[in-house]
Nanobody, 125 residues
Framework: QVHLVESGGGSVRDEDSLTLSCAGY??????MAWFRQAPGTEREGIAV???????LYTESVKGRFTISKDSDKNILYLSMNNLKPDDSAMYFC?????????????????????WGQGTQVTVAS
């Protein structure tokens, strides 16, 4: 049974760091992703791990964010460094076993089967 739960969000200042966690999945899936959504914007894929371990990022977070997973504990992480006010958003983890649409940050949100409830990240200038 899959019940994703994110944690680790909070309010920070410009250039601070945060690490988000996503737990609640029983095994590694084909595509494990982090999305974010700011008010009035579409949900944006920012980082994925494609089984068994290919990692891809959207351009805006490359070099600052790191997606990783602990396969023993079944926890997905998103380490975020040098945070900017534009990074303020609700952050979601999402997963799917469906290979149809591939696994990139551009994969449409509607094609993911499992979602967490989100965790808010707010970055003050």
């Amino acid at each position: 049974q899959v019940h994703l739960v994110e944690s680790g969000g909070g309010s920070v200042r410009d250039e601070d760091s945060l690490t988000l966690s996503c737990a609640g999945y029983p095994y590694n899936m084909y595509c494990m992703a982090w999305f974010r959504q700011a008010p009035g914007t579409e949900r944006e894929g920012i980082a994925v791990i494609r089984f068994p371990g290919t990692i891809l990022y959207t351009e805006s977070v490359k070099g600052r964010f790191t997606i990783s997973k602990d396969s023993d504990k079944n926890i997905l992480y998103l380490s975020m460094n040098n945070l900017k006010p534009d990074d303020s958003a609700m952050y979601f983890c999402a997963m799917t076993q469906d290979l149809t649409h591939g696994c990139t940050p551009e994969r449409p949100p509607a094609t993911f089967n499992y979602w967490g409830q989100g965790t808010q990240v707010t970055v003050a200038s």
